[in-house]
């Protein structure tokens, strides 16, 4: 941001802040293909996998080209109306291992 008087200004912390990698979870026999999360990602991280779940529904999985691109900023979580879909911090995962 550049102030009135020409000063650009950061915060002082942005050398130590970075883009958080989300991992998905997709609990398939509970998606019914509203698409929502697919739709709405900013990230186009999803799409909708050949197969289907029990009830005929194709449900999301992660594109081929998107492994890392989710940047946990959790709108799949909040919109799917199925509760079928959700992230947790990837780097929580290394830590536990
Ligand atoms: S958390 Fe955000 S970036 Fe990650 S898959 Fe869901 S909508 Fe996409
Ligand atoms: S929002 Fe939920 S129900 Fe809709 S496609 Fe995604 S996982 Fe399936």
């Given at each position: 941001m550049t102030s009135a008087d020409g000063i650009v200004r950061k915060p002082m912390d942005l050398d130590r802040a970075g883009v958080p990698e989300g991992e998905v979870h997709i609990i398939t026999e509970r998606c019914k293909e509203c698409g929502y999360c697919i739709e709405y990602c900013p990230e186009k991280v999803l799409v909708y996998s050949k197969e289907i779940n029990s009830r005929g529904y194709h449900f999301p999985m992660i594109a081929e080209d998107k492994a890392?691109?989710?940047?946990?900023?959790k709108f799949c979580d909040l919109i799917c109306p199925e509760l079928a879909i959700y992230t947790t911090d990837a780097s929580d995962d290394e830590t536990q291992s």
């Open positions: 890392t691109s989710c940047v946990l900023c």
